[in-house]
């Protein structure tokens, strides 16, 4: 009796979570309803919106690799542990870009991973970091992406092997890993290291090498920024406080680093990361590179 | 049945025997190092012993002093100059952090050695009267040839 009670609660629990895959899945909507997406009451400043484009790295991965390739029109192949991935054109042309694109498309994509017609991207595209960011900090790059040339070169797509092709599936994966929205950053940071704490997990998304992750792909939280062997190279860990990785280092060796790629021993940086100062982080103002690497030095997550 | 079973216990035997020797020879990388390969790697060294001096200098951890820059420019220079000869083809033995591109690119390589020597010559012939901003453009010189060859050319430390 007991036993047969028990298969038929197992049947119910397994039915229930077949449905909310599904309704996660096919009806993104009713998970992740727009909230706070709209664009009341927006001051354009193109400025920071061109700041942050240029020290997020938006064009490190929208571009193909190679000389003579046009800028942000895709074209990349990312290659990860669930398979392959294409980068698509963010270029402003209607066709083969995200020119047809509303603002408000632009913050459901960037804040929920979700396109215009509601379909989930993978999270290669780290719209678990950029979720961190501010509205109006979107709206800035959206700005910005809407000056840059619009290039008619469609990006070839690649498709994942079963079952990461069902893009379905992804809709399970936010209700377990995606943390949505700004504000539950930063808590208890004071001030410059609140302003890094937001660089390092927004546009920066640091985390998206330097944590690493659980066997669904997922951040594991108690391990933030601890470094990461799960990749196809081995990523140092970030978080000194911690005792994981940056052994002995002051703010100034870490800002530094960030602006240069000139460690303290005399070394540089190599692999990805050289690109990533190369294009990115050596654009950063001081005072961002100083508050970066205070939220580093603070043991808070 | 017995047969089987006793081939799978050999193949995970043989594997795991394989792995220790793999972790050994992981462990030993860079230390063991010998001849040319041992040669670069004390280049590397040298090279970065000026740098990390130029680098305090610059964050201000060490009063600034044109030139003493200068001189580190020269050391840089120095060893810029002989690069290509320590890299000689079959040299990536298992101690070596030296990428099989060196070799397979090796035109892209001789131009990011280039580009060191001429990072190094200017920061080494800056004026005596230099700033401090000066000297911190040239030093980001160098330091963008020591990433950019570090980027294509050397494979990532071991965990």
Redesign the interface.
């Known amino acids: 009796m007991l036993m047969r009670f028990l298969m038929a609660c197992g049947l119910c629990l397994a039915l229930a979570l077949v449905g909310v895959l599904g309704v996660a899945g096919f009806i993104p909507s009713l998970f992740w309803p727009d909230r706070g997406l709209g664009t009341d009451g927006y001051v354009p400043n193109p400025e920071n919106g061109a700041y942050l484009f240029r020290v997020g790295g938006c064009a490190s991965c929208h571009t193909a690799p190679g000389k003579g390739a046009k800028p942000l029109a895709g074209g990349r192949v990312l290659k990860t542990v669930f398979g392959n991935i294409s980068v698509p054109n963010i270029t402003p042309d209607r066709e083969a870009g995200i020119g047809a694109w509303s603002a408000e498309d632009f913050l459901r994509a960037m804040r929920l991973g979700l396109s215009p017609s509601g379909r989930h991207y993978y999270p290669a595209f780290p719209y678990n970091s950029y979720t961190n960011m501010s509205r109006d900090d979107l709206l800035d790059i959206w700005t910005h992406l809407k000056t840059i040339a619009p290039v008619a070169d469609k990006a070839p797509t690649v498709t994942l092997d079963f079952p990461f092709n069902i893009r379905a599936g992804l809709g399970l994966w936010k209700l377990l890993f995606l943390v949505e929205g700004e504000g539950k950053l930063a808590r208890n940071q004071d001030e410059g290291a609140a302003r890094g704490a937001y660089l390092v997990k927004g546009p920066g998304h640091c985390a998206e090498c330097h944590t690493p992750r659980n066997a669904l792909g997922g951040w594991k939280y108690s391990r933030w920024l601890s470094g990461s062997d799960g990749g196809p190279n081995p990523v140092p860990g970030i978080a000194p406080a911690r005792g994981r990785g940056l052994k002995g280092w002051n703010a100034s060796d870490i800002s530094f680093a960030l602006k240069t790629g000139m460690l303290p021993d005399g070394d540089s940086v190599g692999s990805e990361m050289a690109t990533v100062v190369d294009k990115n982080l050596s654009k950063l103002t001081d005072e961002d590179a100083a508050a970066m690497a205070a939220y580093l030095l603070s043991a808070r997550r | 049945m017995m047969n089987t079973s006793l081939k799978i216990g050999r193949n995970i035997c043989a594997a795991a025997l394989l792995g220790l020797t793999v972790a050994a020879g992981g462990a030993a990388a860079h230390d063991g190092a010998t001849g040319v390969v041992k040669e670069r790697m004390d280049a590397m060294k040298t ?7 130029l ?1 305090a200098m ?4 060490s009063p600034f002093d044109a030139m003493a820059a200068t001189q580190a420019g020269m050391t840089i220079q120095g060893q810029a100059e002989g690069l290509l000869k320590l890299f000689p083809k079959g040299s990536d033995d298992m101690s070596s952090r030296a990428k099989p591109e060196v070799w397979t690119k090796w035109g892209e390589f001789e131009a990011a050695t280039a580009a060191l020597n001429k990072a190094s010559a200017a920061l080494a012939g800056a004026d005596m009267g230099a700033g401090k901003s000066d000297i911190m453009a040239l ?2 010189g160098v ?2 040839s ?3 060859c ?2 294509q050319f ?1 494979k ?4």
């Open positions: 090279m970065g012993g000026a740098m990390k001096q680098a610059m964050k201000g951890q030093f980001a330091g963008k020591c990433k950019g570090h980027e050397r990532p430390k071991d965990k």
